[in-house]
Nanobody
């Protein structure tokens, strides 16, 4: 049974930093693309970042590209999202996602083909 458990969310002032963590179990972690999505109130869930199974390639949306970093530790079965220079518009529930397809088959991190964590709230005050 796949389980994804996020932690690290909270309340922070604009310009501050947070690091989200997601510990995965149930699959061979190092075989799967991992990512982060977020959902702000009244908006659809949106892709934020992804990282390949070996950590060689990362991809982030333009609005966070210079401020957020995604990384993974395949020994600890954990993916991280380091968020710096946070802005009020980053306020959202952040969800960890693991592709259900191994290796390159899961590269797109299609929201219809992933497993989700329970979400962690990030609130950035102005």
């Amino acid at each position: 049974q796949v389980q994804l458990v996020e932690s690290g969310g909270g309340l922070v002032q604009a310009g501050g930093s947070l690091r989200l963590s997601c510990v995965a179990s149930g699959r061979t972690f190092s075989n799967y693309v991992m990512g982060w999505f977020r959902q702000a109130p009244g908006k659809e869930r949106e892709f934020v970042a992804r990282i390949t199974w070996n950590g060689d390639v990362t991809d982030l949306i333009d609005s966070v590209k210079c401020r957020f970093t995604i990384s993974r530790d395949n020994i600890r079965d954990t993916v991280y999202l380091q968020m710096d220079s946070l802005k009020p518009e980053d306020t959202a529930v952040y969800y960890c996602a693991q592709s259900r397809r191994p290796g390159p088959l899961g590269l797109r991190l299609d929201p219809l083909s992933v497993d989700w964590g329970q979400g962690t709230q990030v609130t950035v005050s102005s």
